[in-house]
Each structure stands twice: as C-alpha cells, then as structure tokens.
C-alpha cells in the first residue's frame, strides 16, 4: 500500500508539474488572434462578396446578446462552463458510461470551449492528431482569455443553419431584429440548432424544432435558470420566422457555397486552421446571373405540390468553372446538396460516350441497325431483353441518327455489343467519369449511378471538341493579408477528336428535330418551340430518375429530377428536367448570337433522308444535312451491318 500511494504521489506531483510547465508556456506563447481568425469571405466571379462565414462583420460583443441566449446556451451545451479549465472530467466520464451502455454515441462531452477550438478549424475529421490540437487550442483559449470572451467568440461563430454564422447574423436571418432583442422563446429556439442544423432550423420542419425549443424551456425552468411565469409565457408565446438574407435572397445559393467549402477542404495547399492564415478569401467561379437563372427556372418550373427534388449545374465547358449550382428546389427546406452529395443512375444521357466510342471505330450518322424487339443470347446461355420506351420498334434498319433522336434502346444494346462492353467504359474513363462502371449489356442504357458534377465534365469534353476537364468551384484563395495560398492551374488533356466530337454534337440537336417524326417522336420534341439556339440535348429517363444534359461551345447544362426516397416517377414528371434546362440555356444565352462549332476541314455534310440515313432523293419526304468524315459519306448501296437472326433474337459470341 505505501508502495502504491509513493508511487500514486509521484505521478499526482508530475502531473501537477508537468501542468504548471504547460500553463507557463501557454501563457508566454502570442496570444490566440480569434477575432479574425475564422473568418472565410467567398467571392463570385466579379469579385463580389457574396458570402462571409464566420468571423463576419456582425460580430457582437457579449454585452449586447439577449441574456436569454447566453443563459440558454450554457445550461444546454456546458453547464459547468464557469467552473471547468477547457474539459469537463465528470461530463466526459458520465458520457463514456452512457454510450457503453446504450452502445451508441448518444452524449458527447465537448464543452463550450472545446467547441470554440472546433470551429478554427477547416474540416472536421476525426484522427488522433487533430484531436490533440484541438486540445492545445482549448487549453490556449482558456489561459489566454477570460469565460465571458470566449462564449463571446463561440456565439459569433456557431453555425446556426442555412449558411448562418454567429448569433447576429442568425438573428436577423430568422427573426429580423438585432441578437440583444431576442425574446426567451426565440432565443431557446436559435439555441436548439446547432447541435444539428440540417434538422433543428425551423424553417426545415417546424415541429421538430419546436420540441427542441420547449425541451431547452423545460431544462432551463428544471435548473432554476427561469421563472414558472417565464417559461409558461415563452411556451405560448407565437414566433413568426422570417428566414431570409439582407443582401442576396437566392435559396440556391446556399448549395453553392456549402459545395465551395466541401472543395476547399480537398484543396492540401490550405492550412489546416484559420489561426495559421487568419482567416480567408475564396475567389470563386458563381456567376450571380446565371445562379439567379437556374433558381428562376427551377421556380418556374418544378411542381410545387409534389415533394420532387432537383439538382442542376451549369459549366463552362473550356474549362470546367461550375458557374451556378443547385443542390436542391430550396436550401430552406433541405440542406442535402444532391448536386455533390448524390449519384443517380443516368438512364439514356450515358448514351452520347457509347455513340463517339461507335463513330471512333467505324460508324457513321447513317450506320443501322434493325429496331424491332429483340432478344441477347450469349455465349453462357444468359438472355437479355431491353425494351424500347412505350414498345415503339420501327421493325426495320434505322440510323445512327434516328437512334439518338428516339433513343432507341435497341440500337444501343446492339452498338455496345458490337463493340465489346469495354469500349463505353474506356470513353467514360477518358472523359473523366471515375463511378463505378459494369461492363455489361445495360451500361448504354444508364444502370450506373453517377454523380452530376462528373456528368456535367463528361459532357463538356463533347462541348469543347475533345478536351477533358474538372469541374470546380474555386479559381483562388488568399489569407487576409493577400498572400495566394492556392490557384487553379488548368491542364488541357485532348482525349477526343474534333471532327468526331463535330459530327456527334450534330447528332444530338436530332432529339428535338420535327424531320425525325415518323413511326416515333424525338425525345425532346415537346421543347422544340422553346428552343431558339441550336443546342446538343440528351435525355435519360429511369423508373426513379430524370435527366437532361446539353450544350453549346459556351455552356453544359445538366439538370436531374427525382424523389430522394427513390419514388417512381410518373411519366408527366419527364417533363420537369426538359422545361430547367431549356429556360437555363436559353436565358444564359438570350443576349448571345447563335454561334455553333465550325466545320472541320475534313468533315463534309451531305443531304440524306434521317430516318434510313440514305442520300436523299426527290420521292423524300423529309430531308436534312448529316455530317461524314471525308470517305465515309453514305450511298444507296451501303450494306447494313450483318446479324444472326433466329425468331427475333440476336446471338452475340
């Protein structure tokens, strides 16, 4: 036992020691700067603040906060705020019981402190390292500043949803009058979001934050923080929320600038806390016009009685700038940004990469294939039976052009299995889409999930004649001293051929082209009318998706709809995804001459009837102008390619 309590006295009287020498050292190290050391401030194209974080010019000092917002945020994150050094010993034991027990994370133990030192930081993750400094910023706060100043810094930099930093900027957001004028009832109820803002704003569901709200109420009459009066009058007291911006009032906006930081965390070139930089600049890609396009157009067009999501980006095809995007129909409502934080499958818009594949090796704008319901044999006895959209089969040779005007199943199974299941994947790969990818009969028609943004970036090495791009957010980022801390250094990688790319963008203008109007309709026919530029346009349709995905040589724009529980969708909701895009192009556009590539030198077009793909003759009803590579121009005695046919079904070793 002496033995024991020697030893228990050794290493009581280090820790003691080794404490004081910590303390010592803290206090003669420089004194923490917080006041600017989180400020992040984004910019649009023009160098227009659009965006400043926390660290905002709506800082506040203590003495001018609502006292309801001070005492409700102590007695729900750290009761014992007045009385700890940084850590809470008893909270941290009694929340390691709590989750053993219940097997869960239910309770944390991070005090209001800890949270402060939390908040200087970039990104969030989890690894010993970060929690060791985040340790050392506590202990560095608590030495170099009083309690009052740091919940005063914790309040002006908390988040409190929908881009909302610090208790003032939260205030005029949600309730239109200064922190320092905030009633009980609305401050128990801003008190309520931090812990989960995606799910605890009042503007995302109400009921839930009010629970919270009246469980904050209850906590505070229970610990004597508030009257019996007080706390029955906050209850009923009506709160009218306002929740909207001084400055910019786009709801969309918000994805944009939550799908800025996500990528500034990618970037290794920033420092690891705002404390090494003292705060930043980001210097970003938003074009606010055309930001303002893409929300009127998903307002204008998205049917407001139907819980349809939509997620949409508009880019700049020569070098991947993300100019406008949206991660959903109202960041007011749903924080989720499906724009970055969801793939879905793609449906026919994976279809243009299987036909530049095909025109790489061979095919033309007349090359054919017979329509009709078909049935895949292969080697190991396995069938495969793809159906047309409504069943509609021409029941005869159609070209290449006609395929992608009706997007004709059929045509595709039979071009990707010409070709070998491998070749869509190699053009994927090239033009930069990294999703998961089977090699198997269905990939033309869409069965892979795929992110938008790498949608977007595919489409655009079609729109820039063969180059392969990024998408990205953020040109540049300085500290607040202007020192650069990061550029973007565009790399053209030329992946496609220019007279190939010439001929497909062609190609996909047949989706809304009346001469394609026979035994079927063009798939983007009912836009036709809308459409005032010449434009690329692919659509994909799925059980539970929607795309549209277009271009000219100034602008991609993809735009999905769907249901984030995976709903189907019903055939009047296709429409949705084609009204966004068309209003978006044709807005962005609106002031611009109609410019389209110019033909390559070793491209000629000649006048063939669409549907059969064969030059035209006088007895042609319908007639336009197809684009060939010099030599491969089609004649009337062009053979179609040979198929073993059986009762319908096509054998393909």
């Not at 889409?433 to 595919?458: C, H, Q, R, W, Y």
């Amino acid at each position: 036992m002496r033995k024991f309590i020697k030893i228990f006295l050794f290493i009581t009287i280090l820790i003691i020691v080794g404490f004081t020498f910590l303390i010592t050292y803290i206090k003669m190290s420089p004194k923490l700067e917080i006041k600017s050391a989180n400020a992040f401030l984004m910019y649009d194209n023009n160098n227009n603040l659009f965006f400043q974080g926390s660290g905002s010019q709506e800082w506040v000092s203590l003495d001018n906060i609502s006292n309801y917002v001070r005492i409700a945020t102590i007695n729900t994150e750290d009761k014992n705020f007045y009385k700890h050094f940084g850590f809470d010993p008893l909270r941290i034991v009694k929340a390691i019981y709590v989750n053993i027990s219940s097997k869960s994370t239910k309770q944390g133990a991070s005090t209001i402190t800890q949270q402060y030192a939390k908040n200087l930081f970039l990104a969030f993750d989890k690894t010993w390292e970060r929690k060791i400094k985040e340790m050392w910023l506590t202990l560095k706060l608590e030495v170099g500043y009083s309690k009052n100043e740091i919940l005063e810094g914790y309040l002006n930099t908390i988040n409190y949803g929908h881009g909302m930093y610090g208790i003032e900027n939260a205030s005029h957001f949600y309730f239109d009058k200064d922190s320092c004028d905030l009633t009980l009832a609305e401050a128990a109820m801003l008190v309520g979001i931090p812990k989960s803002p995606s799910n605890y704003s009042p503007l995302v569901n109400y009921d839930i934050a009010k629970k919270r709200q009246e469980h904050i109420l209850y906590n505070l009459y229970k610990n004597k923080k508030i009257s019996y009066d007080e706390y029955n009058n906050a209850l009923s007291e009506e709160i009218k929320i306002i929740g909207k911006q001084d400055k910019i009032n786009l709801s969309t906006v918000m994805y944009y600038q939550d799908a800025v930081m996500r990528e500034l965390k990618t970037i290794n070139s920033i420092p690891e806390t705002y404390l090494t930089t003292g705060g930043i600049r980001i210097y970003t890609n938003l074009d606010m016009n055309s930001q303002n396009i893409l929300e009127n157009s998903i307002k204008n067009n998205l049917d407001t009685s139907k819980n349809l999501q939509v997620a949409s980006v508009m880019m700049e095809p020569t070098t991947g700038k993300i100019i406008a995007l949206a991660g959903g129909r109202d960041y007011n409502t749903s924080q989720y940004n499906r724009a970055y934080q969801s793939e879905r499958q793609v449906g026919s818009t994976m279809k243009p990469f299987l036909y530049y594949a095909a025109l790489e090796n061979g095919f033309t704008a007349s090359t054919t294939f017979k329509s009709e319901e078909t049935t895949f044999t292969f080697s190991n006895n396995k069938t495969y039976s793809p159906q047309n959209s409504g069943k509609l089969y021409g029941n005869r040779p159609i070209s290449l052009a006609t395929a992608i005007s009706y997007s004709d199943n059929i045509y595709a199974v039979k071009t990707h299995m010409f070709l070998g299941e491998d070749a869509l994947v190699d053009i994927a790969r090239r033009v930069g889409i990294t999703a998961k990818l089977d090699p198997v009969p269905s990939l033309p028609l869409g069965t892979a999930s795929i992110n938008i943004i790498e949608m977007a970036a595919g489409y655009s090495a079609l729109a820039n004649q063969g180059y392969k791009v990024n998408g990205y957010l953020i040109s540049k980022v300085e500290d607040l001293n202007g020192r650069v801390l990061y550029e973007k250094k565009l790399k053209k990688e030329n992946i496609l051929n220019k007279s190939l790319t010439y001929i497909l963008s062609d190609l996909l203008t047949t989706t809304y082209d009346s001469n394609f109007i026979d035994y079927n309709y063009p798939t983007a026919i009912g836009i036709s009318a809308k459409i005032k530029h010449k434009l690329a346009l692919k659509s994909g349709t799925t059980d539970t998706d929607h795309w549209s995905i277009g271009y000219n040589k100034e602008l991609v724009t993809a735009v999905w709809i769907g249901y984030d529980d995976n709903t189907p969708l019903e055939v009047s909701d296709y429409k949705y995804s084609r009204y966004i895009w068309v209003d978006c192009m044709e807005n962005y556009l609106k002031d611009h001459e109609d410019s389209w590539y110019k033909q390559p030198n070793n491209v000629v077009g000649v006048l063939v009837n669409p549907i059969t793909g064969k030059p035209a003759n006088e007895y042609d009803e319908k007639k336009r102008i197809m684009y060939y590579v010099r030599g491969t121009e089609p004649s009337n005695t062009d053979p179609v390619f040979d198929e073993i046919m059986d009762n319908n079904k096509t054998t393909l070793e």
